[in-house]
């Protein structure tokens, strides 16, 4: 039996490339213990770099990228897991360490896969991915700290990215007031259709001021972005704010001072979706299918297949990627 895959390869110059090819079953990780028939993939930030070979994720080629997937199990060895059930599977270093979701077969332990969640179907649970999966994380913990919607405008930045859209989306549909930092003023209606109250062009939160503290601006904040824009945000948080930090996408750098953290009691919260337990799994996978309203998650998401991942893959480096991709292994 073969099945189709993203397949990137190493040659001996050191360069990478992605194309798709045709592999025999027996090339699927031996030490996977539940195989799935793959429906659909995704596209995250991190797919990019491992889709290009960058940002030393990928140590062993030739490889398989795809942090995520939602398919059927063919085959298990876990009494966990039967032929003919719906999985879902985010995280773990699954499309980095090991091969992941862009094929149309992926072999895996049964630790990392969570039944599909109530109520959504393995397109739809795509259309969220890792990037909405890991958003839904970050609203969990601000309000973990206590963020309500009357106490003021929640800042996202890079909104019209993955994690920044389904934030936007699930915030505006909890009745937060969200305040949507991009770059792109062109998707100004875009963010808008989400539920974002305002848009803040991303130049007015990229330079931090030199000051401590600042205007008591934002109740609440998901960065996607990080770097100087965090270092901007930081002194604008409210009393006891919360700022959950997501992502990388502009700098992976943090220069600021730490009063913030002692004169206004602001919380800096790490989000990690990699290797979140079981239980935070399903919990969040359960907030999606009630918060995430799916007429909005069709709106942020577009079809791609296995063919068109090296060209999105470096587009997305480029911060060039609205909202949500799903990848149809089989067109
Ligand atoms: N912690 C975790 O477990 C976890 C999970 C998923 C993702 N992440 C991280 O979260 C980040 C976003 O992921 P994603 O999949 O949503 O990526 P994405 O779709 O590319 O979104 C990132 C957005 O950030 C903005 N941006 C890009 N480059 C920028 C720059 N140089 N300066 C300022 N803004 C910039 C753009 O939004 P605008 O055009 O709207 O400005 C872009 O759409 C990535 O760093 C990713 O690695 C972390």
């Not at 213990?33 to 659909?40: C, Q, R």
Request: proline share 4%.
């Amino acid at each position: 039996m073969s099945f189709k895959a993203v397949l990137v390869e190493k040659s001996e110059d050191g360069k990478t490339s992605a194309s798709v090819q045709t592999l025999e079953d027996d090339r699927l990780p031996a030490d996977g213990d539940v195989t799935v028939a793959v429906e659909y993939s995704t596209l995250n930030y991190k797919d990019g770099l491992c889709v290009n070979g960058l940002g030393g994720l990928v140590r062993t080629f030739p490889h398989v990228p795809g942090i995520d997937f939602a398919g059927t199990v063919e085959a298990s060895d876990d009494a966990r897991f039967k032929p003919g059930d719906k999985v879902v599977l985010t995280g773990w270093r699954v499309g980095e360490a090991w091969w992941g979701g862009y094929a149309q077969k992926a072999r895996v332990k049964a630790d990392w896969l969570v039944p599909l969640p109530t109520g959504l179907s393995t397109k739809q649970t795509m259309m969220v991915g890792t990037a909405g999966f890991t958003a839904m994380l970050a609203v969990m913990a601000l309000e973990a700290h206590g963020l309500k919607p009357d106490q003021g405008e929640v800042l996202v930045t890079g909104a019209a990215g993955g994690v920044g859209s389904v934030a936007t989306a699930i915030l505006a549909n909890l009745g937060y007031t969200v305040a949507a930092v991009t770059g792109r003023a062109e998707q100004a209606g875009y963010l808008e259709g989400l539920g974002a109250g305002r848009i803040v062009p991303r130049d007015e939160v990229s330079t931090p001021s030199g000051k401590v503290l600042e205007r008591e601006t934002w109740a609440g904040c998901v960065v996607a972005v990080g770097g100087a824009m965090l270092a901007t945000i930081l002194p604008q948080m409210k009393y006891a704010g919360s700022v959950a930090a997501v992502g990388l996408a502009g700098g992976n750098k943090l220069e600021t001072t730490v009063i913030p953290f002692l004169l206004r009691a602001v919380n800096l919260l790490g989000i990690d979706s990699v290797m979140q337990p079981y239980e935070n799994r399903i919990a969040a996978w359960n907030r999606i299918a009630s918060d995430l309203p799916i007429g909005k998650l069709e709106v942020m998401a577009t079809d791609a297949g296995l063919a068109d991942l090296p060209g999105l893959g470096r587009d997305i480096l480029k911060g060039q990627v609205r909202g949500r991709v799903v990848v149809d292994v089989n067109a």
